[in-house]
């Protein structure tokens, strides 16, 4: 068996392979799409993404035969930071071949780096956060590809399972079908005589997004998920730094915050399916991708979008008031899809727990479409059944 080399991202080169690794050995698998390289540079760069403020960690890439297999990340939150039911120490970014023994040589760089970071027990993936891009896929492989939706072929769950990872918790992401008729249907919560008076949808403020609106999201967001396993608070500069990208990508259709009795309680952000404009990019926007891209956004008729961000007061769930606020934002919502032709809405991820927030979306039609897999893995005492065989070697200070 040929050597694989486990090489740590320590500068510039390897950091672009592991951007765009995934469209090296994912490329052609049905339910795929590749994400543009500079997309993947504002998620992993520490100079881009405010949440690395929050971290340390270390990257990875394997490498056989002079050929990139595999990648993984590592992280641990620093003090004062825990995540709620997850553990600090968490990995992330997991690709490879269809071969276990690279995805033993990734997992134990991850590994063993955690271990001198005095972890015990490993969550993930988060990439690289619960926040960003979490869960490895393990059903609806061939599913429409969504922006901002981790892709994994279903043999790396199998493998990762197969080194004594175990689930911690089910994300699912439901599809909402849409067609013209939601347009002729009258609001059935807010135009309630409950509702009518007190119950406002507006929409998000485009121009005073990080002057008023990102404080307001945060608000929300943090309030609503706190308690929710695995929750990490959403800082401001990591809502500012979405709003940056939110002026290019979205309609100010998409974004909706609900008011109770003049107070904002709740929000929603929609995202068009970037993938359907970007996918026979190969990633690349440069030199000629951009002409191309700013084109299609203006002219291309998106048929599928998804909800990226959603959040209500902790006070009003699970109670009949919260439940009208969900069931009106995702009323809405469909009918704001509808009206700029979209035929697929998707909202996830989703706690298979949470059964405050399953309820109403399968209420309305939602349809499960995909499910993402958080595993955990203790990290004390296994190091003789973890060992790698002899051809591996999994020294992060190998060089190429």
């Given at each position: ?331 809405e919502m469909r009918r704001r899809g509808a009206s700029a032709s979209i035929k697929h809405l998707e909202a ?53």
């Amino acid at each position: 068996m040929a050597r694989i080399e486990i090489l740590p991202v320590d500068g510039l080169s390897r950091f672009l392979v592991f951007c765009k690794l995934p469209r090296l050995i994912y490329a052609g698998a049905k339910g795929f799409a590749p994400p543009l390289d500079l997309e993947r540079w504002t998620l992993f760069a520490h100079m881009l993404n405010p949440h690395y403020k929050l971290v340390e960690d270390q990257k990875f890439l394997a490498r056989r035969d002079g050929q990139w297999v595999g990648r993984i990340s590592a992280h641990v939150y620093k003090d004062g930071i825990t995540p709620v039911g997850a553990s600090p120490a968490q990995f992330g970014a997991l690709d490879a071949i269809d071969d276990l023994e690279v995805v033993r040589a990734l997992t134990e760089a991850a590994e063993n780096w955690l271990r001198e970071k005095g972890a015990t027990r490993a969550n993930g993936p988060f990439s690289p956060t619960i926040n960003g891009e979490c869960g490895m896929l393990v059903e609806g492989f061939e599913a429409t590809p969504m922006i901002f939706m981790p892709w994994h072929p279903p043999y790396l769950s199998r493998h990762l399972e197969a080194l004594g990872y175990t689930k911690a918790q089910d994300l699912i992401s439901y599809r909402f079908e849409l067609d013209e008729g939601f347009l002729n249907e009258a609001p059935r919560i807010s135009n309630r005589r409950e509702w009518r008076d007190r119950l406002k949808l507006r929409p998000l403020n485009m121009d005073a997004l990080k002057t008023g609106e990102t404080a307001l999201m945060q608000e929300l967001f943090n309030d609503g998920w706190s308690g929710n396993w695995g929750f990490v608070p959403f800082t401001k500069a990591e809502f500012d730094s979405t709003a940056d990208a939110l002026k290019f990508v979205m309609p100010p259709e998409f974004g909706i915050v609900v008011e109770l009795d003049g107070v904002p309680q709740s929000f929603v952000i929609a995202l068009p399916n970037l993938f359907e404009i970007v996918a026979d990019m190969g990633g690349k926007l440069f030199p000629f991708g951009l002409p191309r891209l700013i084109s299609r956004m203006r002219h291309h008729k998106f048929n599928a979008a998804r909800i990226v961000l959603l959040g209500t007061r902790k006070a009003l769930q699970n109670s009949a008031t919260g439940g009208a606020i969900l069931l009106a934002m995702i009323e809405e919502m469909r009918r704001r899809g509808a009206s700029a032709s979209i035929k697929h809405l998707e909202a996830g991820w989703v706690l298979e727990n949470n059964l405050a927030m399953r309820k109403p979306i399968e209420m309305f039609g939602g349809k499960v479409d995909k499910i993402h897999r958080i595993y955990e893995r203790r990290l004390s005492g296994d190091g003789e059944a973890r060992r790698a065989p002899d051809s591996v070697s999994a020294n992060p200070q190998a060089t190429g």
